[in-house]
């Protein structure tokens, strides 16, 4: 039972970096229609910012906490306004090789700087073990765990409950509609791309003191992401997060229960999902 419980809590940690990642990807996808698949190369340049702000200027972890995912949002929302923006009105493909590009190169110019071996963190805020009542768990985890938690119940707060939310999914659902209303949606684009970048950004600073900081963390795990963001329904905000929790504790108790399938457990369920609903599990289906 301890095992259990410990290993489903592992999944949940787990599950908090897939739920902001996806997160941000629901984000971006159901304001843009753009599938950026750049958004693991961002969570890896998350990772490496706080690396490089310990290593090079001495700055703490919530200094990173801070200012990466920040740096970050302000980068990509000058590449949607460079780049992203004049392919808007073209095949969405155009877009996807883009992002797709653009990872690429992240990678490598990261490779080059840095070399491909991992690099430590050891800025971690937390040490030490919580008391969880029949186990012990890593105070960094519960942390984790809690800030994820706490982001994406304020980001579902901010689209359900408030004037900004609205706007945001009016611009997104009906667009048009929305036009006619007076509103410009093209000024909510940028910042939304922006926002959904700073969520990659911070999922990164968070691995950081968890995880190998190398030029591969991303392109490792994009492809699960992507997964969970089908799975959940693309654009959907609260499907995303749910999906990135159940794939979390779902591949942990596959690695404690069917280890040989922990891993594709995620695009079994996938193919299933899409069998009976194309669209996702939260998903609208879209009509001609």
């Not at 200094?63 to 929302?77: K, R």
């Not at 430590?120 to 029949?134: E, S």
Request: proline residues 3%.
């Amino acid at each position: 039972m301890t095992s259990f419980l410990q290993q489903l809590f592992n999944g949940l940690v787990s599950g908090s970096f897939y739920a902001l990642l996806a997160l941000g990807l629901a984000v971006i996808f159901g304001m843009l229609r753009v599938v950026n698949f750049a958004h693991g190369a961002l969570y890896m340049l998350g990772a490496f910012g706080a690396v490089v702000l310990g290593d090079d200027a001495g700055l703490g972890f919530w200094w990173a906490l801070l200012l990466v995912p920040a740096a970050l949002a302000v980068a990509g929302m000058a590449k949607e306004r460079l780049l992203v923006q004049r392919l808007t009105a073209l095949d969405p493909l155009y877009n996807f090789l883009l992002t797709f590009g653009i990872a690429l190169v992240c990678q490598d110019l990261l490779r080059m700087k840095y070399g491909s071996h991992s690099r430590p963190y050891d800025r971690a805020p937390f040490g030490g073990t919580v008391d969880l009542g029949l186990f012990d768990y890593p105070r960094y985890q519960v942390f984790v765990l809690a800030v994820s938690v706490v982001v994406c119940v304020a980001v579902w707060l901010l689209l359900t409950r408030t004037r900004i939310g609205t706007v945001v999914r009016a611009s997104t659902e009906r667009p048009e509609l929305t036009r006619a209303f007076g509103i410009d949606t093209r000024r909510w684009v940028t910042p939304v791309f922006g926002f959904g970048v700073a969520l990659a950004g911070l999922a990164g600073v968070l691995a950081a003191p968890m995880r190998a900081v190398n030029s591969d963390m991303g392109a490792d795990l994009i492809i699960t992401v992507f997964a969970v963001v089908v799975i959940g329904g693309l654009g959907s905000v609260f499907g995303s997060v749910v999906a990135g929790f159940a794939i979390g504790m779902l591949q942990a108790l596959g690695n404690l229960y069917v280890p040989v399938l922990s891993q594709t457990s995620v695009y079994l369920l996938m193919a299933v999902v899409l069998l009976v609903r194309p669209a996702g599990l939260f998903g609208k289906e879209e009509h001609a």
